[in-house]
C-alpha cells in the first residue's frame, strides 16, 4: 500500500482528531486519499490502548474496522508467546494471519515462521508491518488456509484463530460455527504439526469444545483487566482425560495495554479437582467479601476456589465467598464487608441512607442491576460497593462494602 506526501502529511496532523469530522471536510483536501487517511487515523487511535509498542511505530500500516477489532491485544499477544517453551523455537505456521499481532509476537521463539492470509489487503499490510518491526524471517503466503494446510511441510506449532462471526456479522459462540470448523481439521492439523495453539471465542463453552476436540492438552481462559477475552486450547498427540486437563485462569492487569502484572492473577484447576472440592456453605457474613475474577468464574471453578482459598460459599449459585481472616493475593476482587440488609425499606434507609451513589453488582438475585438501581434510588459510581445476593438459607440481602485496594 502505497500513500502520497500529502496522505501522509494528513494523517500526521490530523492522528488524534475525530475521524467522522474530518470525513466531512474531505473536500477541502482534493490530494488526500481520504479513504485510506481515515482508515490509518482510526486504526491508529485503536492502537494506542490495544497494541502500544505498534502505536509507537509511527509507519505501521493498520487495515479496516473489523480485522483490527478481532485481533488480539498486544498484552493477550504476550501471554501467548509466554507459554511457548524456547525448546520449541523451530518452526512456526500461523493459519489465520489477520493483522498479524499474534503472528508478530509468537515470531520471536521461532527461527522460520509463516503467515498464511487469504485477504490480500491483509498481506500487503503485513509485509509491510514486519520488516519495520525487525521481523524478517516471517514468509507471506496470501492463501487459503485450508489448502495451505493440506500442502504444507510438517511444523513444530500451527496457531489457528478461526472466524467466529457469521456471513451477517453476528458472532459465533461454537466450534462447529467457526470459520474453519476446527473440529473437523483436528485430525490434519495434528499431522502437520507436534502442537495445535487454538484461540477461540471467550463466549464458547468451554466444555463442550474440550468434548468436541479429542486431543485438548491444556486450556486457557484470559481476561485482561477483568474482562475476559479469550479461550486458548493447545493440541497435542497425546490424549489426557477431560476431567484431568489442567485449566489456567488468567487475569491480566496492564496499566498501559502490554504491561502484565503477575502476582495473584494466575489459578490452575482441573473439571476432577472442582468436582472432588468440598465447599462449606454459609447462613452468615464474616469481616470480608470475595468475587473471583472473570476467567475463574468463566471456568466455572467455585468449590474449587472455596476449598484452596478456605473461604465460604454464600450459596451454591452465588459465586461469592466470605472469610474472617483477609486472604492475600486472592486472585479477583476482595472487600472489607461494612453492612449487610435485605430490601425492606426500614433497612435500606438505615444501611443505605447516607450515600446518593454507589457501585452495584448483581449474583444470584431476583432483580437486575438497572432495576434495582430503580428501586433503591442510587446513582452509578463512588466508593461503596453493594453485591445483591442470595445467602445459603435462602435470604435475599444487600451487602455494603469498602473495596480493598490491591493488584487486583
Not at 91 to 105: E, N, S, V
Not at 249 to 269: A, P, R, V, W, Y
Request: charged share 25%.
Amino acid at each position: 500500500m502505497e500513500l502520497n506526501d500529502e496522505t501522509l502529511r494528513f494523517i500526521r496532523e490530523h492522528c488524534k482528531d475525530d475521524v467522522r469530522n474530518l470525513a466531512l471536510q474531505a473536500p477541502k483536501y482534493p490530494n488526500v486519499d481520504m479513504p485510506v487517511a481515515l482508515t490509518q487515523i482510526a486504526g491508529r487511535q485503536s492502537a494506542a490502548e490495544k497494541m502500544p509498542s505498534w502505536y509507537a511505530e509511527e509507519g505501521i500500516l493498520y487495515p479496516r474496522h473489523l480485522p483490527l477489532e478481532q485481533c488480539s491485544s498486544e498484552a493477550t499477544a504476550r501471554y501467548k508467546a509466554s507459554i511457548i517453551p524456547e525448546s520449541s523455537s523451530a518452526a512456526l505456521t500461523d493459519l489465520t494471519g489477520g493483522f498479524g499481532i499474534d503472528c508478530a509476537f509468537l515470531s520471536p521463539k521461532f527461527h522460520h515462521v509463516t503467515y498464511v492470509e487469504r485477504q490480500e489487503a491483509l498481506c500487503e499490510i503485513a509485509s509491510h508491518n514486519f520488516p519495520l518491526l525487525g521481523l524478517n524471517h516471517i514468509w507471506i503466503e496470501n492463501k487459503d488456509s485450508i489448502r495451505h494446510l493440506q500442502e504444507m511441510s510438517s511444523v513444530d506449532w500451527i496457531f489457528i484463530d478461526p472466524a467466529r462471526r457469521d456471513g451477517h456479522g453476528g458472532k459465533t459462540v461454537a466450534i462447529a460455527d467457526c470459520e474453519p470448523n476446527v473440529a473437523e481439521l483436528e485430525p490434519l492439523l495434528l499431522e502437520k504439526a507436534q502442537h495445535i495453539m487454538m484461540k477461540l471465542s471467550p463466549m464458547l463453552d468451554l466444555s463442550l469444545a474440550i468434548q468436541d476436540l479429542n486431543h485438548v492438552q491444556e486450556a486457557h481462559i484470559i481476561s485482561v483487566n477483568n474482562e475476559c477475552k479469550e479461550l486458548l486450547l493447545i493440541l497435542a498427540h497425546d490424549s489426557i482425560a477431560a476431567e484431568n486437563i489442567p485449566i489456567h485462569c488468567i487475569n491480566l492487569q496492564t496499566k498501559d495495554g502490554s504491561s502484565i502484572e503477575k502476582t495473584g492473577q494466575f489459578f490452575t484447576f482441573t473439571r476432577e479437582q472442582e468436582l472432588s472440592s468440598p465447599s462449606e456453605y454459609t447462613d452468615t457474613l464474616d469481616k470480608y467479601l470475595y468475587e473471583p475474577n472473570a476467567s475463574i468464574l468463566k471456568a466455572g471453578a467455585f468449590r474449587n476456589i472455596a476449598y484452596r482459598y478456605k473461604i465460604k460459599k454464600l450459596h451454591p449459585n452465588s459465586h461469592l465467598y466470605t472469610s474472617n481472616a483477609l486472604i492475600e493475593n486472592f486472585p479477583g476482587r476482595s472487600f472489607r464487608i461494612t453492612n449487610m440488609c435485605t430490601l425492606n425499606k426500614k433497612e435500606l434507609k438505615t444501611v443505605l441512607g447516607d450515600i446518593k451513589k454507589a457501585n452495584i453488582t448483581v449474583r444470584n438475585f431476583p432483580s437486575s442491576v438497572a432495576e434495582l438501581r430503580k428501586r433503591i434510588k442510587l446513582g452509578e459510581g463512588g466508593n461503596v460497593y453493594l453485591f445483591a445476593t442470595t445467602l445459603n438459607n435462602e435470604r435475599k440481602v444487600l451487602i455494603r462494602c469498602e473495596k480493598i485496594d490491591s493488584i487486583n
